[in-house]
């Protein structure tokens, strides 16, 4: 037989892991409820809320180390470390909370408290996302009494964490009970655990929009009033290696703050038009089919792209020109800035006089032939030539408002990047790829160029510092999208290093002088290695 020290420490232990698994029971129950509720009332998931917050309120140095270490799985991290803070504290609370259950009941209300300031700060137009907050604490608080008695209940009178269970039913002190009431924990957990995954799938089921990817689907868009030619036949070289002038939808570069991508219903989606205009404008998705479709072929840019990277991407756009639109609503003068926001709260800064200068700004509804997929946007985005996406293309636009840049500053513009942020003149190596080894003799050099609203005049090769040759350029059905180039060279064995530089139709050459993206756009010239045998 064991000693009570023994025993003690024994019950000590189990005591501890019981207390532990209260708290996070109690936490997975908040949370599955807040999810439920989140699904059934089509608001916004409150543990999606506070991570949308933090990405918003971390410092920049944190966010590049995220994508540093975690890369495209930042958001994933961001969320799992989320959820592990939430276990931790909960299971701190479970063990505090047998010795004194007001320590748990205050600690959840405190999880509450933090989800509701997230949604005040993040979904300040979205005030029914404070319901799942609500919804998800009252069903942690539940789940913690049941817990707590469950635990304190079987535990012999007199001991530190007796409670009224013990003598309730009226089992006598120190009497060999362990079994039935580990029993009633475990049964106890087990409900409130099933009960945590059943709502927290049912909610995010709900949530993921199911019916929303259907009705996707199911969607037959209106041709545009006037379609464009097709591409000519050619502006794709069909190199292997060189990305296709069109690219397609799967493989589109996607940036945006949003940790889920949001599944908005088109048939609740509404835009409105207003602040400094005349007559305000509300529209649904039917009234913007309804209206005059076009076309547009537009490279999308993002200002974070580094020299040679991809984050750009090309595409046939369909949609409803945004000029049309603000000149219905009659734009006063000096409403120089256009703030769209998206569904998920993100802002986003235009220039007025960009948008209505006659170049192809959309409210876009297509891409590639295809409604636009939810990560691009669906049901509806901006799409405007020449600007980097920060600055032009909300995507799951709900809210237009027109106002001044001094009056009003966008997502990114109050963390240090630029108002303003045309698309600078850039090109790319995009064959022989980096470190490359290919024969020696005739080696093709291809890649892509562009200068969104100026068009692309003359791209400039160079192998080992030797004078630069002008390559071949493809087609071009206009002057917003890219174009691919190629050239040849004769390259003996060994090492060699090849540079690229644009001019533009302005007359612009590109510039050597290295810029980092941050605050408006890299420069410099893309450089590749690669040995030839
Ligand atoms: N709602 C929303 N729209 C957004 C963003 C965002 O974070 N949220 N990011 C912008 C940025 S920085 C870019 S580069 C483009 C990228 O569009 P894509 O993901 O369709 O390529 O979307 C823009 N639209
Ligand atoms: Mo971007």
């Not at 949370?31 to 916004?44: D, I, Y």
């Not at 909960?90 to 300031?117: H, K």
């Not at 009960?195 to 019916?211: C, Q, V």
């Not at 390259?491 to 060699?496: A, C, I, K, T």
Request: charged letters at 20%.
């Amino acid at each position: 037989m064991k000693s009570t020290g023994e025993a003690d420490k024994g019950r000590g232990a189990r005591s501890v892991g019981a207390g532990a698994a209260t708290g996070v029971l109690a936490a997975a129950a908040a949370l599955g409820a807040g999810e439920l509720a989140a699904g059934l009332t089509g608001t916004a998931s409150p543990v999606i809320v506070v991570g949308d917050a933090l990405v918003d309120n971390s410092p920049s140095w944190a966010k590049e180390f995220a994508i540093a270490v975690f890369g495209i799985y930042d958001k994933i991290a961001l969320l799992a470390g989320v959820y592990a803070a939430i276990a931790l504290f909960a299971a701190v609370l479970g063990v505090l909370s047998l010795r004194r259950p007001v320590v748990g009941y205050t600690g959840l209300a405190a999880f509450a408290a933090v989800g509701a300031v997230a949604v005040a700060v993040r979904r300040a137009d979205e005030p029914m996302a404070v319901v799942p907050v609500v919804v998800g604490a009252l069903a942690g608080e539940a789940a913690l009494v049941l817990l707590l008695r469950a635990v304190r209940g079987g535990r012999p009178a007199g001991s530190p964490v007796a409670g009224v269970g013990g003598t309730r039913r009226g089992r006598p002190a120190g009497a060999p009970q362990g079994v039935s009431s580990r029993r009633r924990f475990l049964l106890t957990g087990a409900g409130v655990l099933v009960f945590a995954g059943a709502a927290g799938g049912i909610g995010r089921y709900l949530a993921s929009g199911a019916g929303i990817a259907e009705k996707r689907a199911a969607l037959r868009l209106p041709p545009a009033a006037d379609p464009l030619p097709p591409l000519p036949a050619g502006s794709d070289l069909g190199l292997r290696g060189l990305p296709p002038f069109t690219t397609p939808n799967p493989v589109f570069y996607r940036i945006d703050t949003a940790l889920s991508v949001p599944r908005v219903d088109p048939d609740r989606w509404r835009l409105r038009i207003h602040g400094m205009v005349d007559r305000p404008l509300e529209l649904d998705y039917d009234a913007l089919l309804r209206r005059r479709l076009v076309e547009s072929d537009t490279t999308l840019t993002c200002v974070s792209n580094q020299v040679g990277g991809d984050l750009v991407g090309n595409t046939r756009w369909l949609g409803v020109r945004l000029d049309d639109l603000l000149r219905e609503a009659g734009v006063h003068s000096g409403a120089d800035q256009i703030l769209s926001t998206s569904q998920d709260g993100w802002t986003c800064g235009t220039p007025t006089e960009a948008v209505l200068d006659g170049r192809d700004a959309l409210l876009a509804i297509a891409m590639d032939g295809e409604p636009l997929p939810f990560a691009h946007g669906f049901p509806v985005r901006m799409v405007v030539p020449g600007l980097y996406g920060f600055v032009s293309a909300t995507k799951w636009v709900t809210d237009i408002r027109l106002t001044r840049f001094s009056d009003a500053r966008a997502y990114w513009a109050r963390r240090g990047w630029a108002v303003r942020a045309p698309i600078k003149t850039m090109s790319r190596i995009d064959v022989p790829g980096p470190l490359a080894e290919v024969d020696a003799g005739p080696t093709t050099v291809a890649g892509t160029a562009w200068a969104q609203r100026r068009g692309i005049e003359a791209v400039e090769v160079r192998a080992d510092g030797g004078p630069w040759r002008e390559a071949d350029l493809a087609e071009v059905p206009g002057i917003d999208t890219w174009v691919q180039w190629s050239t040849e060279f004769d390259l003996e064995p060994g090492r060699h290093a090849f540079e690229v530089r644009a001019t533009d139709n302005s007359g612009y050459t590109q510039t050597e002088e290295r810029a980092e993206p941050v605050p408006d756009g890299a420069t410099g010239w893309h450089s590749v290695q690669i040995t030839t045998v």
